[in-house]
C-alpha cells in the first residue's frame, strides 16, 4: 500500500502565497516521480506540476509557469508545492501524486481559496 499525506491548504488573499507539502510512505520503492493536479468547481482535474525524484526535473502546466514551483525532499519522501502570487482561479482542491513502478497513486486533497 502507498498513503500520500497533503497539508498546507487554507485561504489566502490574491497575491499571496502558500506552501503544500505531500508525504508518501508505504511502499514506495521504485518511486519515479510526485507531482500536483487541482479540480476546481465545475471543472475537470487539471495537471499542475510535476517532479522526477530521481535528478529533480520538474514540468509545470502554462498556467502556473513562473508563479508555482515544486521541490522535494529525499530523505522525508516529500514534495512541496510553493505557490505565489496566487489568483482566485487557482481556487481548487489540489491532490498529490505519485508514480510508482508504472502505477498512480493519489492523496486524498487539499483545498485551497484564493479570495479578499
Known amino acids: 500500500q502507498v498513503q500520500l499525506k497533503e497539508s498546507g491548504g487554507g485561504l489566502v488573499q490574491p497575491g499571496g502565497s502558500l506552501r503544500l507539502s505531500c508525504t508518501a510512505s508505504?511502499?514506495?520503492?521504485?518511486?519515479?516521480?510526485m507531482g500536483w493536479y487541482r479540480q476546481a468547481p465545475g471543472k475537470e482535474r487539471e495537471f499542475v506540476g510535476q517532479i522526477r525524484w530521481s535528478g529533480g526535473t520538474t514540468d509545470y502546466a502554462d498556467s502556473v509557469k513562473g508563479r508555482f514551483s515544486i521541490s522535494r525532499e529525499l530523505r522525508k519522501y516529500t514534495i512541496y508545492l510553493q505557490m505565489n502570487s496566487l489568483e482566485p482561479d487557482d481556487t481548487a482542491v489540489y491532490y498529490c501524486f505519485a508514480n510508482i513502478l508504472r502505477r498512480e497513486f493519489w492523496g486524498q486533497g487539499t483545498q485551497v481559496t484564493v479570495a479578499s
Open positions: 508505504g511502499r514506495i520503492s521504485g518511486l519515479y516521480g
